[in-house]
């Protein structure tokens, strides 16, 4: 299932239109939540969780793994993505030095 279609499921859910959603996460018009639905577009990682919070859903559970990661990811993995996605930007050098320094390690021990 595609993140659009899972946005619409969720917003449909919770009993919300286009609108509602559109004016939750900050967008002027439904046409931008119509072409997230629709796979004409996808929603930053910005956005991304902007639209997990007003549906009540984790960003993980937004995300089509198949398509953004082309593999099957673990629901360990999942959870490691949505604390991801919820990272200051201001962090993300960060985060990354230390990603690379435990590959590294993970290298040296194999």
Do not use: C, H
């Amino acid at each position: 299932m595609s993140v659009g279609e899972k946005v619409r499921m969720l917003r449909e859910k919770r009993e919300l239109s286009q609108s509602d959603l559109a004016k939750a996460v900050g967008y002027k018009t439904r046409s931008s939540i119509a072409k997230i639905e629709s796979g004409s577009n996808n929603p930053s990682q910005k956005m991304l969780l902007k639209l997990a919070g007003a549906l009540d859903a984790s960003p993980a559970d937004l995300i089509d793994e198949k398509s953004y990661f082309a593999v099957e990811v673990s629901d360990k993995k999942k959870a490691i993505i949505n604390d991801v996605l919820q990272i200051p930007d201001g962090k993300i050098d960060l985060l990354s030095s230390i990603v690379r320094s435990i590959l590294e390690d993970a290298r040296k021990e194999s």
